[in-house]
């Protein structure tokens, strides 16, 4: 979002870099939406709510709130695929990492703090 924002006008037409911004946007806002849905904490709120003021687009909780809706009516329209997505979370959620230096270890830590979503 930042890149586009800040370099999008120097590369694009401005009939180009708005179907891009609004492109983007709206792909940000599902994966928004269905962070909501997966109960992202305080810490990844703050943190897309700045970097979304910083490209100076704002945040919008109307579009986070629309983007929830296209997850959860995708999810009872297609009710395969979510099983299976949520098959391969719990998977994924239930294996240990690998072994990592000591030094990795705190990055690690950091990564699944700012990422905020269980």
Same mark, same amino acid.
């Given at each position: 979002m930042e890149t586009l924002s800040k370099h999008g006008p120097a590369f694009l037409s401005p009939d180009e870099f708005k179907i891009r911004l609004c492109r983007h946007l709206s792909g940000y806002y599902n994966f928004l939406g269905k962070s909501l849905i997966l109960g992202c904490s305080r810490v990844f709120w703050t943190y897309h709510k700045t970097k979304l003021s910083d490209a /100076? +687009? /704002?945040?919008? =909780?109307? =579009? +986070?709130?629309? /983007?929830?809706? +296209?997850?959860?009516?995708?999810?009872?329209l297609n009710p395969k695929s979510? +099983?299976?997505?949520?098959?391969? =979370?719990? &998977? &994924?959620? &239930? =294996?240990?990492?690998?072994?990592?230096?000591?030094?990795?270890?705190?990055d690690w830590a950091a990564s699944r703090t700012i990422r905020g979503c269980r």
């Open positions: /100076g +687009v /704002g945040f919008n =909780r109307i =579009r +986070v709130a629309k /983007g929830a809706l +296209v997850t959860l009516a995708d999810a009872m979510s +099983v299976e997505k949520l098959l391969r =979370r719990l &998977n &994924n959620h &239930n =294996r240990m990492p690998a072994p990592i230096a000591a030094s990795g270890m705190q």
